[in-house]
């Protein structure tokens, strides 16, 4: 960095992490060339400390989602996206550097942000679908983001900064989350899960019974937070009846999400709250009423559900091909279609339904 820059938003990173770590000097990887400049790392760089309390592990935090320089947003509250993330990693007691394929993940995030502008809030999760370090034998396949527990929200000159710790977490905690909440499964986990460090050598936690006693209570009594989901595998077709057809519309839904669709139904519904999935041409939106019915727009569908109906089609959206009938919705069918999972580089690594 030019040392003439103004560099205020870097230097209060700084200081709160000295206050953690006092004078021990972090590994830092910088971006050489920055990302509006055609570089391929849109972070500008992050550190990684060492910390043996509660257990040893390394300490990850972002430069890069915050104005680190001079403020260039209108938002006078916030800095840049408002938060710089941290991911903490079990570390062995011969590991002298932290592994490349943590760096590699939040640079993937600062991709993910910038390309798309979506930012994470805690209670947020990230579905992976695979594991969170390619190639890894490990059952941790998604990310879920709560505040850093050692890291309060700081104020610096170009606004409010948050620290959002990434954690991994399996594709039933995943579930857990979404029919329930991000922060109830993490805070039942945290007996297990000290300052929410990840492992990736871990079982599921939910295969502890208390936590998932735990679990299923919040489920039933409070129902879910998540009021909108996005399905990459959503479409809306319309078309006649005819002499041997009864359907005139169909709702084609992904293997891969109609399993938990059907349990956040239960969540949702049974609870007087609607549910939108987000598609990326169609958004279908499921809400809670007396009497079941559907409305069509161009690109918007809503399904009106009583309890009767809302729990007969979550018993029946499993994650396998199958067609849906309703008699309360006639007229409509719910096509549920094999989901192919594909790696980094486009090959099918795994066939849902």
């Known amino acids: 960095m030019n040392e003439e820059a103004n560099t205020t938003g870097w230097d209060a990173i700084d200081r709160e992490m000295s206050r953690l770590y006092g004078d021990q000097e972090p590994k830092h990887y910088g971006t050489i060339l920055p990302y509006s400049l055609g570089g ?28 680190l320089y001079d ?32 760096l590699n993940l939040l640079q993937n995030m600062g991709r993910y942000v910038f390309n798309s502008g979506n930012i994470f809030r805690s209670g947020d999760y990230l579905d992976a679908n695979g594991p969170i370090c390619l190639g890894a034998d490990t059952l941790l396949t998604a990310l879920a983001f709560a505040e850093d527990p050692e890291l309060p929200a700081i104020d610096t000159p170009n606004g409010q900064v948050q620290f959002l710790q990434m954690v991994g977490i399996t594709r039933d905690e995943l579930e857990a989350m979404q029919t329930w909440n991000t922060l109830g499964v993490l805070s039942v986990c945290l007996d297990h899960m000290p300052h929410y460090i990840t492992d990736l050598s871990r079982a599921s936690h939910l295969d502890i019974p208390a ?29 006649k009846k005819g002499w041997f057809s009864k359907t005139s519309s169909t709702l084609k839904l992904g293997a891969k999400q109609a399993g938990i669709i059907g349990k ?34 161009e690109d918007e569908v809503r399904l009106t559900l009583d309890e009767v109906t809302a729990g007969d089609l979550s018993r029946k959206l499993l994650p396998k091909e199958s067609v849906i009938e309703l008699s309360a919705l006639p007229g409509i069918a719910i ?16 066939v849902i339904g």
């Open 71 to 102: 403020k260039e947003s209108d938002n006078a509250e916030e800095s840049g996206y408002g938060f710089e993330l941290t991911f903490r990693l079990t570390r062995g007691e011969e590991e002298e550097e932290p592994p490349a394929w943590a």
């Open 335 to 350: 096509q549920i279609v094999k989901t192919q999972i594909k790696d980094n580089e486009g090959n099918v690594v795994e």
């Open 40 to 67: 391929q790392d849109p972070l500008d760089g992050i550190s990684v400390y060492k910390s043996d309390e509660p257990a040893p592990h390394w300490h990850f935090v972002t430069y890069g989602f915050t104005e």
């Open 264 to 297: 956040l139904l239960q969540g949702r519904i049974l609870k007087g709250k609607s549910l939108t999935l987000i598609g990326p041409e169609i958004r279908v939106v499921f809400e809670a009423g007396e009497k079941p019915g559907c409305e069509a727009g």
């Open 211 to 239: 936590i998932s006693e735990a679990v299923q209570k919040g489920m039933q009594e409070e129902g879910s937070n998540t009021g909108f989901l996005y399905v990459d595998q959503l479409a809306w077709e319309t078309g």
